[in-house]
């Protein structure tokens, strides 16, 4: 009961919080705000609880609607530039709107009405969009005169966002062919307590931003199914199994800190429970809303580097779902518990599709490459991305450390083998890596 009216607090206090920055008017508050409503878009996504690829589609579209109106709005806003301006209209048309006094309050507007239409349940955020007119007119941002012509405003953005999205392969997932786990030795298959199908397997078809050809960041082969003693596999088997048995209290912290998994069943009797909790895209996306605000950004530079953060993460796990489709790797799971103890359980919940790679390694370390070309090297921060959700915060000296700590925790969890690990963070940097160099050329 305690933890209901803690949550019902947080979502009364939110509002308020942005009246306050909003009547305040200082420019280093709007990356407070940006968060905030970012944040309603998560709320939505945990309610549908939207797996990790499309919850990134949704960060990616949401945010591209903010930074597109921002960039509509006047040179201030196109200094940064993520995908070129020209190959931006080639794919959205060239609306030649109407400028508007708070480009500010047009982006979050845009991003919230994109939300509503990419969300099964995005209906919720009706009130919010509602909530922001009344925010915009009571602290002045907009007057009750121009605040139709900033509607209007961004409802075209939104519409143009949403175009493009219809023609990124999304829609045309239902009507591929229905995914059916290969049979034999090695190969993945659902695992308890749910055993839910396979999530997105034809997520590799999708549309990416930045990588032009996702077969060239497949990753290093993994180890071939073999569980005689001393053979690759083997020995990363019985790493899984030997360190579930040994886990230090830290190391507890830190799978659960990082579990990031919105398919958790917890049965009570014979009552399936759903756990609402945040996508890996989600933890990465509250890292940025963190990092922003601890460097006070403008509101552009936070629209910025949300967008851009959201394109990489939508991108990476394009090229991690290939690779576990075509690798079709089986879960540790399933194995220990067929050939080691029948009754083992990992720490975590095994989520619904296959091993390799590990997919919070792809996509933390393709986050923190992008996130530490913005920031730097020494930028530390403390983690607060998991307290809405029951978990204490953490602090870390750098992205890239933050992104090492959730790749382990895979292997804490139980949840994975060491390759699919490591070779999953070599294959999130080079992601990351190549990301960057292409915005550093836009800008040169």
């Known amino acids: 009961m305690k933890r209901l009216n803690f949550l019902i607090l947080i979502l009364v206090i939110l509002p308020v919080g942005s009246m306050d920055l909003l009547a305040q008017k200082q420019k280093q508050d709007w990356a407070k705000i940006y968060a905030e409503q970012l944040f309603h878009i998560t709320e939505v996504m945990v309610t549908d609880v939207a797996s990790p690829p499309v919850a990134a589609r949704i960060y990616a579209y949401t945010n591209l609607a903010a930074y597109r109106a921002l960039q509509e709005s006047g040179a201030e806003f196109q200094k940064r530039e993520i995908l070129s301006v020209s190959q931006l209209k080639n794919h959205l048309g060239d609306p030649r709107l109407e400028r508007v006094s708070s480009p500010e309050f047009a982006a979050i507007y845009a991003m919230l009405l994109v939300g509503e239409k990419v969300m099964p349940s995005g209906y919720l955020l009706k009130e919010k969009q ?23 405003f961004a409802k075209a953005i939104a519409d143009q966002v949403l175009d493009f999205a219809k023609t990124d392969g999304y829609i ?20 308890p307590p749910a055993y839910m199908a396979a999530v997105e397997p034809e997520w590799k078809t999708m549309r990416t931003f930045f990588l032009k050809n996702p077969s060239e960041f497949d990753p290093l082969p993994m180890a071939q199914f073999d569980l005689s003693t001393g053979s690759s596999f083997q020995i990363q088997l019985m790493e899984v199994y030997d360190v579930s048995r040994n886990l230090s209290d830290e190391q507890k912290l830190i799978a659960n800190f990082w579990d ?22 989600g933890h990465w996306i509250g890292i940025t809303g963190i990092a922003s605000q601890k460097q006070h950004l403008s509101f552009a530079e ?28 089986i879960r540790p799971e399933t194995v220990i518990n067929e050939k080691l103890h029948p009754s083992w359980k990992p720490l975590l919940q095994t989520p619904p599709f ?11 370390a393709a986050s923190a490459e992008v996130l530490t070309g913005y920031f730097g090297d020494d930028f530390g921060f403390i983690d607060s991305s998991e307290v809405y959700f029951g978990l204490p915060e953490r602090e870390f000296r750098s992205f890239y450390q933050a992104a090492d700590e959730a790749a382990i925790s895979r292997l804490y969890g139980g949840i994975h083998f060491r390759d699919a690990i490591e070779n999953g963070v070599t294959q ?14 836009l800008e040169n």
């Open 428 to 441: 999130g940097r080079k992601i990351g890596k190549t990301i960057w160099t292409e915005i550093q050329k």
């Open 354 to 364: 296959p091993e390799y790679t590990s997919g919070h390694s792809v996509i933390s």
């Open 172 to 191: 045309q997932l239902t009507a591929r062919n229905r995914y059916t786990p290969k049979e034999g030795e090695g190969f993945w298959y659902p695992t």
């Open 260 to 281: 990031c998994n919105p398919f958790k069943v917890e049965f009570s009797g014979h009552m399936a429970i759903g756990v609402k909790k945040i996508s890996p895209g």
């Open 130 to 152: 509602k909530t922001w007119q009344d925010l915009g007119v009571k602290s002045k941002v907009v007057t009750k005169k121009n605040l139709d012509a900033h509607l209007a």
């Open 302 to 329: 936070t629209a910025y580097i949300h967008t851009l953060v959201a394109l990489t993460l939508h991108d990476a796990f394009v090229s991690c779902w290939k690779a576990k489709y075509e690798t079709n790797r």
